[in-house]
Antibody, heavy 121, light 110 residues
Framework: QVQLRESGPGRVKPSQTLSLTCAVS??????????WSWVRQPAGKGLEWLGR???????HYNPSLRSRLTLSVDTSKNHFSLKLTSMTSADTGVYYC?????????????WGQGTMVTVSS | QSVLTQPPSASGSPGQSVTISCTGT?????????VSWYQKYPGKAPKLMIY???ERPSGVPDRFSGSKSGNTASLTVSGLQAEDEADYFC??????????FGGGTKVTVL
């Protein structure tokens, strides 16, 4: 059974950088069978696709966040990560990691439970 | 502001059907058969309900179905049940390795 679990600081100060990690169990990122994605839900709003990364480290980003967002992968630890710089209150929300259905797929088939991130001084 | 437009709410009585629309453009919904739908309960992770416009993952009841016409995709829930009360989001491939969500629709079972 494939499971994803997000971890992170819970709270960051304005202008700081958010770092989140998604640990994968029950599957190996190194298999190269899937892309791995990040999605967020700002407080009281809808879902927003942030980006996706492949086992090789090749990543694709939401154009609106491209200048602030970096995705990375560590196949030895079987996890992938997100860094979002210059955090503001608009970045407050729940962040989810998810597995894409398969290389060439466009749907998010397995999701983590999400982690709440609050931007506050 | 979400790129894909969904009605904020929809409702129906138990046993009835409800259809949720997801309107995009000829660059996303209209260009690709890559629309997926997600069910989300408050405080829970989203769950994939439909992918590639009409396909249903194993385990999803056949009461859930998807379709597309032009730039608008739709999710229909037939035979509404109390457990179907949730938020539903559409997601579309938008080309150039980019994806866009709809704003979400809250379905209420009356």
């Amino acid at each position: 059974q494939v499971q994803l679990r997000e971890s992170g600081p819970g709270r960051v100060k304005p202008s700081q950088t958010l770092s989140l990690t998604c640990a994968v169990s029950g599957a190996y990122i190194s298999s190269g069978d899937h892309y791995w994605s990040w999605v967020r839900q700002p407080a009281g709003k809808g879902l927003e696709w942030l980006g996706r990364i492949y086992a090789s480290g090749s990543a694709h980003y939401n154009p609106s966040l491209r200048s602030r967002l970096t995705l990375s992968v560590d196949t030895s630890k079987n996890h992938f990560s997100l860094k979002l710089t210059s955090m503001t209150s608009a970045d407050t929300g729940v962040y989810y990691c998810a597995r894409v259905g398969g290389v060439g797929s466009t749907f998010l088939e397995i999701w983590g439970q999400g982690t709440m991130v609050t931007v506050s001084s | 502001q979400s790129v894909l437009t969904q009605p904020p709410s929809a409702s129906g009585s138990p046993g009835q059907s409800v259809t949720i629309s997801c309107t995009g453009t000829s660059s996303d919904v209209g260009a690709y058969n890559y629309v997926s739908w997600y069910q989300k309960y408050p405080g829970k992770a989203p769950k994939l309900m439909i992918y590639e416009v009409t396909e249903r993952p194993s385990g999803v009841p056949d009461r859930f179905s998807g379709s597309k016409s032009g730039n608008t995709a739709s999710l229909t829930v037939s035979g509404l049940q109390a457990e179907d009360e949730a938020d539903y989001f559409c997601l579309s491939y938008a080309g150039s390795h980019n994806f866009v969500f709809g704003g979400g629709t809250k379905v209420t079972v009356l």
